[in-house]
DNA sequence: ACGAAGCGTGCAATCGTTTGCAGACTAGCG
DNA sequence: CGCTAGTCTGCAAACGATTGCACGCTTCGT
């Protein structure tokens, strides 16, 4: 309410002195700088952000733009770029873009002007449309890498294998994938990742079911694909697919993790809501947005390392719906 | 990137026929404001929304502040409010207090000059605290009622009355109610509402397990209360509690429904993804996010109405955590 | 006692836009 | 042909802060 014309009014300074008391006080005398601050106080006066923003071309906001807030993924990711920012005295524009890759540019360009720096949390443009989309301002990315544009990810395709190695020394051999968006960068890192195992393993046979919509329904359909497919066990693209595997595999009779074991993905809150709970790969999902507002934070405080991809470990847990598969028995 | 007086340069003209050509397109000629369009989309100019914002001291952004973005229920809230106010042309500044009243009174005067109003959900601060907090700035309440601020809510005592109704039509006659912290006002408000309909009802009998935390941890706790208190159905405080319950009851070989109906409260989306599916009271949450936009962009274009609250109807879904209780067996 | 150095303060420009006011030019009417 | 009305455009102020520059005063050294 109170500007710094009140302020100097009050203290009978001009508005410079006001301005230098509260941000240079060593370029102002003691005396008046406690006079200044005095009235700003009393007048419960703070600087205009918007005004300073105009002034110094930094207006101290991120925008932070993600495909589904609803999404626990996405929820915890905003979580924790929000905290961070905060504590780095930013505030924070949140978009959503409802999965729609067309619009990302748009939002993109709408909040350009407002922020310093942007981070794109899995943003679903194709390469050459983002990189074009950010052309002009600092960006960050998280959980996707993209040459030009530093970024922070998950080391999804390390999940990936330790899923695999867990199910191997369980004694699975046959075991199922069920994929989700083609267009996912980190879907298709983990496939990579449990491609890599096992090839490496030399001994576990993968099947692949196919792409599904990473929800709850999704992995409706993506149960009766698993078992059908002769696996004993089937990895989902993430933990609502998972759940949905869950839940179609009740309601049909199959057993887990005797008949089939599963797992998830990203080990968000809900996997362990469930029973049996999901073995599952725990991502640190606020620390990935932590790290993308430290990333950004950097950027804009002048640091211009090259432009490269920072992952974050992720770590398997073992919960109930993985074991032993039971002895095939002959018909 | 490009600046009015840069499109200015271009077309020729002053940077005010610049502006005018944009925003009032009637007083320019119309070969002007073509020339004038044309520079400015060859350019790709953008009005700087900040510079704007200073001038018209409106910046066309809104704040919202909520208790915990991870939390489902206000993700859907958010959701919904970054929606509708995408849709109308504003932007959004998400905070989130981690449930810490004491913050919320810094994070509105943090935002306050940033953003032409605010949203406040579920604001955990009391009366006073929020009516000195919000001085001075157009300010709307969600899920909460508070004398002096609009607000829009959700109508939690018709959904307990309903909750009660239809434990009662099953047969139900002796109620335990877990409620949540004591200064949640929507759990009050259900409450309430439980305890009207008890008394109209007369035959219902309700039996007070005590306060639990609003999670699932809170509802293992609140499930062995209710297993001992004797009664053959339990309503929780929320959703989350709700499932934290059946957990537990799980766990302790308590069968839902017949040893024990469980009903959860907001049908957030996880109430479907367990077993025995939730029976819980509906809320339209991303409604109550889009209708708090809708209440605070009224106000922003002068409607003065009462401050008054609206109610959003809501509605129990019935699956499959409750039933009829099992006919009591004399030992 | 005079000059230089240095500290503290204010003036004014600036950021990018909008908008009141006034000037210039056209057109229309008598 | 002259006056008025009206249309279009530009000038300049304003929003609220920050900051380069210059000025005035004190202080110190010689």
Redesign the pocket.
Known sequence: MA???DVAKAA?????????A???P????D???RRVVEAAERLG????PV??G????RTHAVGLIVPDLENPYFASVTKGVQARARAEGYAVFVADTDEDASVEAELVAGLAARVDGLILASPRSDDATLLAAVEGSVAVLANRELDGLPSIALDDADGAAQVLGHLRALGHRRVAVAQGPSSSWSGNRRLAGLRAAAEQFGDVELVHLGSFRPYFSGGHVAADHAAASGATAVVAFNDLMALGILDRLRSRGVRVPQDLSVVGYDDVAVATLVSPALTTVHSPLSGLGRRAVDLLVGRLRGATGTSTTTHLPVELVIRGSTGVPAPVTTG
Chains 1, 2 share one sequence.
């Open positions: 500007n710094a014309r009978g300074v001009s508005v410079s002195t006001v301005s230098r509260l941000v240079a060593d370029q102002v005398s005396a008046t700088r006066y703070r600087p205009n005004a300073r105009l002034r110094l071309g």
